[in-house]
């Protein structure tokens, strides 16, 4: 048995943003973390953080950037929170209900993954190159949010990885789409090859760690997996870069254009630097960390 939803698609994608006054503080409570740069203890998963309230609120929430806890800021659920709390469980907590704890966490965790996928699923959509396969878009988004709505004991038996599998076949095929047009745009620079010498390559699942990009023109680039840690991105023009599972912890984003950019989520930006003329996605906000 499968819960229904309202409404399949919301192009807007406030859906798929994190709604706490609608959550069970579930990321604080259903996740494990280990003692980091970004968190300051061990954590095993199911037990709440000291800092949860009763209220499901954090006690520091307010006081993240100033504790130095950048695990919590880059944190997105991506509306999982909500979705599971007060559709999945019909707003049953797992305090009063603690006989259903452990499969809301488990469902918690399966959902992220889900919405995640219609994250990209429906910002593919929205882009003008992947016109000749919006049809299979659709379908695979109308899919994919169906799933969101199955009850907890079926969400438990979902293989999530096939399905992403399925899904990521789309999300190729939309990336070489817009890449292929920024590229076809354009313009040679000179000086822009060897930047980095022969040590690094610009491309999927590149090691850019450190790495000043500032003269590099990115426009295009497929940056799917890229390890780019603490480079310096300012300024830089990234149209048509696709971004899918980029770690950008400490990237320098400051002035940088990624209005155009593709697969860019809030918690990557979250973990990276950037200030008021950081250009973004219009669906994408400048975190309040921020210079």
């Known amino acids: 048995m499968s819960i229904q939803p309202n409404s399949l698609r919301d192009p807007s994608r406030d859906n798929l943003r994190a709604d706490c006054e609608k959550c069970f503080g579930l990321c604080c409570v259903a996740l494990f973390f280990s003692a980091s740069e970004g968190f300051p203890i061990d954590k095993v998963a199911g037990q709440p953080c000291p800092n949860l309230q009763p209220d499901f609120r954090s006690g520091v929430h307010n006081s993240l950037s100033k504790r130095g806890l950048k695990g919590c800021i880059a944190f997105d659920c991506f509306g999982a929170g909500q979705k599971v709390s007060q559709v999945s469980f019909g707003g049953q907590n797992w305090v009063e209900f603690s006989e259903s704890s452990e499969q809301m966490f488990k469902v918690f965790i399966i959902m992220i993954r889900l919405h995640e996928l219609l994250w990209y699923l429906t910002e593919a959509l929205s882009l003008e190159p992947t016109r000749p396969i919006h049809g299979e878009l659709r379908s695979m988004l109308d899919e994919t949010e169906r799933l969101t709505y199955l009850s907890p004991s079926s969400l438990m038996e979902l293989d999530v990885a096939e399905h992403r599998v399925t899904v990521n076949t789309l999300l190729l095929k939309t990336s070489e789409l817009v890449r292929s047009e920024a590229r076809s745009r354009q313009k040679v620079r000179s000086g822009q090859k060897a930047r980095l010498g022969h040590q690094k390559t610009i491309g999927r699942g590149a090691d850019l760690i450190g790495a000043d990009l500032r003269r ?8 799917r997996g890229a390890y780019l840690i603490a480079a310096d991105l300012r ?10 599972g980029a770690d950008l912890r400490d990237a320098d984003l400051r002035g940088a254009d990624l209005s155009m950019s593709i697969f860019l989520t809030q918690a990557q930006l979250n973990a990276a630097k950037g200030d008021v003329h950081t250009k973004l996605p219009p669906l994408l906000k400048h975190p309040a960390h921020w210079d």
């Open 235 to 244: 300024g830089t023009e990234l149209g048509g870069t696709d971004f899918i």
């Open 216 to 223: 590099m023109d990115l426009r295009g680039s497929n940056l």
